[in-house]
């Protein structure tokens, strides 16, 4: 029922900028916390940002200063503005979120299919 809609990966030199976005469609009555992790082959996913309800966000160590999560609640998504990416940022990214439906009143996880990101050197 819930569905995320993505864009914004692809290939970058070291020092760019990508904006991934996730959209997620369906019908559902709240959408909590939202998030991005990453993944790389051999490496368990990990978080990268996350973003509450009220707008707090977190970051992991090695994003802050360059990444910024951000989410705009009349469209339903979720936004990873990635500035000066470095080679080590190359990784399948994932959106992540919190979502209340019909069948589901507590919330559960939704995750996108994820978008890669690759970033040369």
């Known amino acids: 029922q819930v569905q995320w809609v993505e864009s914004g990966g692809g290939l970058v030199q070291a020092g760019g900028s990508l904006r991934l976005s996730c959209q997620a469609s369906g019908i559902f009555f709240s959408i909590n916390d939202m998030g991005w992790y990453r993944q790389t082959p051999g490496t368990q996913r990990e978080l990268v940002a996350h973003?509450?309800?009220?707008?707090?966000?977190d970051y992991a160590d090695s994003v802050k200063g360059r990444f910024t999560i951000s989410r705009d609640n009349a469209k339903r998504t979720v936004y990873l503005q990635m500035n000066s990416l470095k080679p080590e940022d190359t990784a399948a990214y994932y959106c992540?979120?919190?979502?209340?439906?019909?069948?589901?009143?507590?919330?559960?996880?939704?995750w996108g299919q994820g978008i890669q990101v690759t970033v040369s050197s």
């Open positions: 992540n979120a919190d979502i209340q439906t019909r069948g589901n009143w507590r919330g559960m996880i939704y």
């Open positions: 973003i509450t309800r009220g707008e707090i966000t």
